[in-house]
């Protein structure tokens, strides 16, 4: 078993700027994959970004060139930096440990508007 805390959202103007934090309750941050998945209202969860074991990183299509994903392994944590903000990336977002099953944090919500 192992427990996500996401930390970090909120409300941001459009062009705004926000990093979201997932801290996990074992080490697993650069062992295994980590990802950011995201759900708006009335959608179904999407992949955002995911870092694997190696560092490899993948993106969305929608947000390359906006989001970051990175890690910390020595405090068990991966971030997500999300830049240049956009209405449509308004959702609850998600931190995901594919463990061989997948494991999910709670969430945090991610509201973008003027």
């Known amino acids: 078993q192992v427990q996500l805390v996401e930390s970090g959202g909120g409300l941001v103007q459009p062009g705004g700027s926000l990093r979201l934090s997932c801290t996990t309750s074992?080490?697993?941050?650069?062992?295994?994959?980590m990802g950011w998945y995201r759900q708006a209202p009335g959608k179904q969860r999407e992949l955002v970004a995911t870092?694997?074991?190696?560092?490899?990183?993948n993106y969305a299509d929608p947000v390359k060139g906006r989001f970051t994903i990175s890690r910390d392994s020595a405090k068990n944590t991966v971030y997500l930096q999300m830049n240049s903000l956009k209405p449509e990336d308004t959702a609850r977002y998600y931190c995901?440990?594919?463990?061989?099953?997948?494991?999910w944090g709670q969430g945090t919500q991610v509201t973008v508007s003027s």
């Open positions: 995901n440990a594919a463990l061989g099953s997948d494991y």
């Open positions: 870092i694997t074991s190696g560092g490899t990183t």
């Open positions: 074992r080490t697993i941050v650069g062992i295994y994959t």
